[in-house]
């Protein structure tokens, strides 16, 4: 009887046992502190009001999570823009233990466009020091410049470019760009218009919309690998058939007021979610 007492107490040791280190390493574990801090940032006040009410169509914490973003990473974004959107959660999530990069305008691009956006970034890291302090800006401009030292980046992410790429012929030399900041294993995230697929892709991409397929075939094209695709940024209610193509609908509402109850009822476009690995 006192045998088989025993066996009672060390079956109920043995079955609480593997609940111990569990139980115990949650709350010091790197990724849920990670994912924690993430979240935070998302819900921070340092972000403006005009880019947090963006969040229902752009899902900032659901796109980062599917990419695989860490706060470790070497990152960078292409092109920021003067509204720094993904700024305002990528440079203080990466500032102590990551790298965050911003690849805009060249600097002898003297459009009206890159001259208001190098502008209007510059400000904006200027207004919160203890946020972009760390920030490194670089020049993207095709394979002209690196955008990070070759070989160093573990993320390269793109947000509403590609379609501007096509359509401007400059895409395939801004994709060699991108793998020569890549390490091999690094990731490419990429997010963009989504074109019906029951129609021919537009070489020029002129309504800003790009087939899914056409997208992935180009950048394998480039070399990386096509890991997996995201329907966090979906939006079935997009019809993609609008005078003014995508910018129809909102945020830009090219039309102004005509058809605007309706268009933004639509919401912002449906969009793919893309990631790319560079080979080992």
Known sequence: MRSGGSRLVLAVMLLAMPLLPACSSTSSDPDTASDIKLQSLIAGPQRSEKNTRRDVYRHPYETLTFFGLRDDMTVVEIDPGSGAWWTEILAPYLRDHGQYYAAGPAADDTSAEAVSNRG??????????????????????????????????????????????????????????????????????????????????????????VREDYAIALVEKAGFKFVAESEVNANPKDTKDYPAGVWTLPPTLRLKDKDRAKYLAIGESDRFTLKFVKPQ
């Open 120 to 209: 209007g970034f510059a400000a904006k890291l200027a207004s919160n020091p203890a946020l972009y302090d760390k920030v490194k800006v670089t020049e993207f401009a095709g394979d002209r410049h690196d955008i990070a030292p070759p070989g160093t980046a573990d993320m390269v992410l793109t947000f509403r470019n590609l379609h501007n790429w096509i359509a401007d012929g400059s895409a395939e030399a801004n994709l060699n760009a991108f793998y020569r900041a890549l390490k091999p294993g690094g990731i490419l995230g990429i997010e963009d218009h989504r074109g019906r697929a029951d129609q021919p892709q537009d070489p020029e991409a002129a309504s800003g919309y």
